[in-house]
């Protein structure tokens, strides 16, 4: 389900970072009775000080410059989720582009999809930092599809966040600079628990 033109399904949209070199993909990875976390490819790490030059630039209020920092993350990782969430953020709050940035988190959306099987009926808990980046996304897109008036899709999606989130945790819309990314830790491409804000 890799989303190649807008259309009218959840986590549609066109595909932002075209040239990117896919260097792993993500899997799961259980942590303990039905709960999971996403595993996301080394590259993640190796673009880690791409990634935050660019959230740095934008947190500094150069957006264009941010985002050509963060486009360059992608080359050297096409499946970064942190990176594919932080373009969809300055799209939408920057430029209130809910179409460009639909398909930036809908493009992250599809690249965790990929690494969850059909019926998949376990949890993806917020809280777990490998996990963030695609609730992230989620929210991204619940907030595009109620700027472009699509009330369903976005009742569909806050649905499939509750469910994967094992209904504890209501789905929040983060503040447009609460951008996380991977930081630190040993291991196959997954951040560690915890991360400064560095606001």
Same mark, same amino acid.
């Given at each position: ?25 993500? !899997? ?5 009775? +039905? +709960? ?11 673009? %880690? ?12 209020? +150069? ?25 969809? $953020?300055?799209?939408? +709050? ?11 988190? @809908? ?7 990929? #690494? ?5 009926? @376990? ?5 777990? #930092? ?5 609730? %992230? ?9 109620? #700027? ?13 966040? &509750?469910?994967? !989130? ?5 789905? $929040? ?5 609460? &951008? ?5 830790? %040993? ?9 400064? %804000?560095?606001?």
């Amino acid at each position: 389900m890799r989303p190649t033109a807008p259309g009218p399904r959840v986590g549609g949209g066109p595909k932002p970072g075209g040239g990117a070199r896919r260097t792993g993909g993500l !899997s799961l990875k259980r942590i303990g009775g +039905d +709960d999971f976390e996403l595993v996301h490819p080394r590259c993640v790490r190796e673009m %880690e000080l791409d990634y935050q030059e660019g959230i740095e630039l934008w947190e500094a209020g +150069d957006p264009e410059s941010a985002q050509d920092a963060l486009r360059y993350a992608l080359q050297g990782c096409g499946d970064n989720l942190w990176v594919h969430v932080a373009l969809g $953020r300055i799209a939408l +709050d920057e430029w209130n582009d809910a179409t460009l940035a639909r398909g930036h988190f @809908g493009y992250a959306f599809e690249l965790a999809q990929r #690494a969850i099987s059909p019926g998949f009926a @376990g949890r993806l808990p917020r809280q777990k #930092a490998s996990n963030r980046p695609f609730h %992230e996304a989620i929210d991204g897109l619940i907030r595009c599809y109620e #700027a472009l008036c699509k009330p369903g899709e976005a009742t569909e999606l806050r649905a499939l966040a &509750a469910r994967l !989130s094992g209904g504890s945790r209501p789905v $929040r819309v983060p503040h447009p600079r609460d &951008a996380r990314g991977p930081a630190g830790g %040993e291991g196959g491409g997954n951040p560690p628990e915890s991360r400064p %804000e560095g606001r």
